[in-house]
T-cell receptor, first 117, second 112 residues
Framework: GAGVSQSPSNKVTEKGKDVELRCDPI?????LYWYRQSLGQGLEFLIYFQGNSAPDKSGLPSDRFSAERTGGSVSTLTIQRTQQEDSAVYLC???????????????FGPGTRLTVL | DAKTTQPTSMDCAEGRAANLPCNHS???????VYWYRQIHSQGPQYIIHGLKNNETNEMASLIITEDRKSSTLILPHATLRDTAVYYC?????????????FGTGTLLAVQP
């Protein structure tokens, strides 16, 4: 079946512009995660959505970053007033639901490479 | 979640076993050891996980020491396609967030 898809695959923008990155999770997965990978910071968690629960936003680096998940499926990560340090690969992952003491494998998309000039 | 320590890089000859070590000396009793890998220009991929017993699947084997302070991921017959960064992650199950905290990983280069 189809995996996690992300669009665009590459995005070049100018400093100060807003960008939107899209993630389509695996059908039926209730949990969705955003990570980013940059040269200086490695792979870091940004935000997590699980069903109707309040999202875990603890990894968002500043208030310029926000994310939505509409209808429990597609998610959009928005970066406002982009800065050069926002340049990175933004990865989305999804997993099935899980309960306390359980785990669920995260399936990653190919990522969106963002370059801020 | 407990911190892990991995070598920065390793080489392995094609067809030989690749043994990737990970130290997690501060692991607690309810924390699992996970391995993910990331092939160049792709997202991370789950490999295997375990609590205290050794585990094997179609991709790899995971050997966890009796004191659980270290583990080894074994790729029994490495191929060129196994060249990737391998991440060892220690975490509990079913917490408030299923997020993964990645370290710097080990770059495994499989040589022809």
């Amino acid at each position: 079946g189809a995996g996690v898809s992300q669009s665009p695959s590459n995005k070049v923008t100018e400093k100060g512009k807003d960008v939107e990155l899209r993630c389509d999770p695996i059908s039926g997965h209730t949990a969705l995660y955003w990570y980013r990978q940059s040269l200086g910071q490695g792979l870091e968690f940004l935000i997590y959505f699980q069903g109707n629960s309040a999202p875990d936003k603890s990894g968002l680096p500043s208030d310029r970053f926000s994310a939505e998940r509409t209808g429990g499926s597609v998610s959009t990560l928005t970066i406002q007033r982009t800065q050069q340090e926002d340049s990175a690969v933004y990865l989305c992952a999804s997993s099935s639901s899980y309960g306390r003491g359980q785990w669920a494998e995260q399936f990653f998309g190919p990522g969106t490479r963002l370059t801020v000039l | 979640d407990a911190k892990t320590t991995q070598p920065t890089s390793m080489d392995c000859a094609e067809g030989r076993a690749a043994n990737l070590p990970c130290n997690h000396s501060t692991i607690s009793g309810n924390e699992y050891v996970y391995w993910y890998r990331q092939i160049h220009s792709q997202g991370p991929q789950y490999i295997i996980h375990g609590l205290k017993n050794n585990e094997t699947n179609e991709m790899a084997s995971l050997i966890i020491t009796e004191d659980r302070k270290s583990s080894t991921l074994i790729l029994p017959h490495a191929t060129l396609r196994d060249t990737a960064v391998y991440y060892c992650i220690v975490r509990t199950h079913g917490g408030a967030t299923n997020k993964l905290i990645f370290g710097t990983g080990t770059l495994l280069a499989v040589q022809p």
